[in-house]
C-alpha cells in the first residue's frame, strides 16, 4: 500500500508539473489557463494530503518504536 501511495504521489507531481508547463505557454487562452490552474492546484492538494498520511504513519512507526524500546 505504501508503494501504491508513493506511485499516487508521484504520478499527481508529475501531471501538476506538466500543466505548470502549459501554464507558461503565453499563446493559451485564460479560460483555458483558469481550467488548467483549478486542475494544478487540486493534484497538488492531493499530492499534500497523501505526504501528510505519510508523514503520520511514520511518526506512527518511531513512536511505536521507541514505546517498545526497539529504537537506539
Known amino acids: 500500500m505504501a508503494e501504491e501511495k508513493e506511485a499516487d504521489f508521484e504520478e499527481k507531481i508529475e501531471a501538476a ?5 502549459r501554464l507558461m505557454d503565453p499563446e493559451i487562452p485564460l479560460e483555458e489557463s483558469v481550467r488548467l490552474y483549478k486542475e494544478g492546484m487540486k493534484l497538488l492538494k492531493e499530492a499534500g494530503r497523501i505526504l501528510e498520511e505519510a508523514k503520520l504513519e ?3 512507526i518511531e ?8 529504537a537506539e
Open 58 to 60: 511514520v511518526e506512527t
Open 63 to 70: 513512536k511505536s518504536d521507541i514505546e517498545s524500546g526497539e
Open 17 to 21: 508539473k506538466r500543466i505548470m508547463e
